[in-house]
């Protein structure tokens, strides 16, 4: 599956932004997917899982409460609404999507990964 990330910008602190992840060559019902961010210096982080089959979702602590992860399977697309922003969410946010089952949630558990939005948090 490809993967195509979008919706980045430049937020004031406690704004909201909307990522999308549009899918091709593939079915987002049929992938666990997840968010990833990685900030200058940093290594890449998860953000947010959504599972296959079903859809439960799971949230890095440093985001629960404030992020929403979700998929629209009819326009094959992810979604990370993202609210009540903080500088420290200042990073490139990736999407990535793999066909095994379970609660994975280390970057190698992901087969196929976008190519990342930047997210800009300003105090």
């Known amino acids: 599956v490809q993967l195509q990330a979008s919706g980045g910008g430049l937020v004031q602190a406690g704004g909201s932004l909307r990522l999308s992840c549009e899918a091709s060559?593939?079915?987002?019902?049929?992938?666990?997917m997840g968010w990833f961010r990685q900030a200058p210096g940093k290594g890449r982080e998860f953000v947010a899982l959504i599972t296959w089959p079903g859809a439960g979702s799971y949230y890095s602590d440093s985001v629960k409460g404030r992020f929403t992860i979700s998929r629209n399977n009819a326009k094959n697309t992810l979604y990370l609404q993202m609210n009540n922003l903080k500088p420290e969410d200042t990073a490139v946010y990736y999407c990535?999507?793999?066909?095994?089952?379970?609660?994975?949630?280390?970057?190698?558990?992901?087969?196929?990964w976008g190519q990342g939005t930047q997210v800009t948090v300003s105090s």
């Open positions: 060559g593939g079915t987002t019902s049929r992938y666990r």
């Open positions: 990535a999507a793999d066909l095994t089952r379970g609660w994975g949630t280390s970057t190698p558990d992901f087969g196929s």
